[in-house]
Structures are given as structure tokens and as C-alpha cells.
């Protein structure tokens, strides 16, 4: 008799980016959707993880029937990062409120943790370092609705063995700024290392310069530090399919893809 495919479970990627999170969800076993407006980081994602990858709005895409809801809205106008006026490029809209109001039976979503100044409690502050304790010591914020994932070790804001977040500014160098994981090198790190302590390895595609009028080594960089971490994502997938890597229900929620909930 033949054997049945078991299907897999899906999620849709809002604000995909260079696709990190997707990459993080597909590893937990998730068969993932990502929307990213940017061509550019949506040419990246398509050669960083398999599946499909739409370029569009993702206030013009249907978000019903998938089973969960990844979305990283622009955080431009919330990082500590940014050291000048409010954002005015053509990606960094806020949409963290719309974000949250998406109807989803499992919903994460992930910002900076200046966001909760502009919406107090509505996710939160997990280090990266949490999951991995080894790359780099990265706050997140993560609110919706979904299974609270068991963590390695206690939440601090950072870890002394370790470098800080990678940013989206690598490319510059060291320079003064200790919040730049080359400050922690005192050196420029290389677009391989900002990769690997993001969760990526072994996407040699990214490196081949597309269109130099765009300064594609930047763009790279920033594609990388501006991602979430790939095992990051990839713990809160799990932590939804697979009750061994779940710490608690956050809002009481009874969702439990194993038993078909969805």
C-alpha cells in the first residue's frame, strides 16, 4: 500500500527580508511563503532558502490559510541603532500595529526593543543568545500568539563572552561604536563571519555582485544584520510543532499542530 505524505504545516514570512526567519522556520518544519517588498532582499532570500518567495506588499497579499504568521515589520524608527531623524526611506513604514492585529491562529511578531516604547507590553525581550549561546548577544522582541520556547540559559541584555548584535552598519568597520559587533573584533568583520553569527552558511550566490551601482557588498551587509538570527526562528517554530521544545502557552492558547488543531 502506499505510504501517505504527511503535509507540512504553513507559514507565511511578512517582511521576509534577506529570509532569515524563513530559513529558521523551514529547519523547524514549517513549508514557508515569505512577502518582501524590496527587490533586492527578495533576490537574496530566493537563493538563501528553497520555497517561494513573493515580491509584493504585504498589505496586498491574503493571509488566510496558513496555519502560522511570521512578521518582521520595518523597525527603522524604534532601533537604538539609527542616530539621526525619524526614517524616510522607502521600505521603513511603520507597521508594527498592523503587525499585530493580524488574525492568525499562531502569530510571532519580532521588532526591536525600543518598539515597546510605542506600544508598551506587547511582546517579550528575548536574547538570542537564549538559543544559541554561542554567536551573538542580540535583544528581540517577540509578541502575538504562540507557544513560549524553552530557553538554554537566563535572559540578560548581553553576555560578556560573546560579540553584540550584528548590525546593519558592519560594513563600516569597528569605528567608535561599541554596539557594532566589530567593535567586539576591533576589526571589520567580514560579510562570511556577520553571516555565520546570524545563522547563515554557505550562500555563495549572495556574493556575486549583482549591480554595483547599489553598492552591493553594503547591501549584503545590511541584508545580513537586519535579519533575525535563522535558530532564533527556528526555536519558536519548534517550539509550535514540538511540545519537547515548549516552556509555556502565551495568552492560553490551545493551538497544538500535532493534533490537528489547524
Known sequence: APTMIEKKPRALVLFDGAGLARLGLTRAGFECVGVEIDPVKHWLSERLCPGEVILADVRDINLTGFDAVWASPPCQAHSEARTQAAPTGLYSEDLLYWSLTIKSPILWVENVPGSLAAIPNWGRVYNAAQFDPARQSRQRVIGGRHPEPLTDRPF????????????????????????????????????????????????????????????????????????????????????????????????????????GSL
Open 156 to 259: 540578560r541584555r548581553g553576555y560578556e563572552d560573546i560579540p553584540p548584535a550584528i548590525v546593519a552598519s558592519e560594513w563600516k568597520g569597528c569605528a567608535t561604536d561599541p554596539r557594532r559587533a566589530s567593535r567586539f573584533f576591533g576589526r571589520k568583520i567580514t560579510l562570511a563571519e556577520a553571516a555565520y553569527h546570524q545563522g547563515i552558511e554557505g550562500v555563495s550566490a549572495w556574493y556575486t555582485v549583482k549591480d554595483p551601482a547599489i553598492a552591493w557588498i553594503r547591501q549584503l551587509y545590511e541584508a545580513i544584520g537586519n535579519g533575525v538570527p535563522v535558530w532564533m526562528s527556528e526555536r519558536f517554530g519548534l517550539a509550535s510543532l514540538d511540545p519537547t521544545y515548549r516552556a509555556t502557552m502565551i495568552e492560553g492558547s490551545q493551538i497544538d499542530l500535532f493534533r
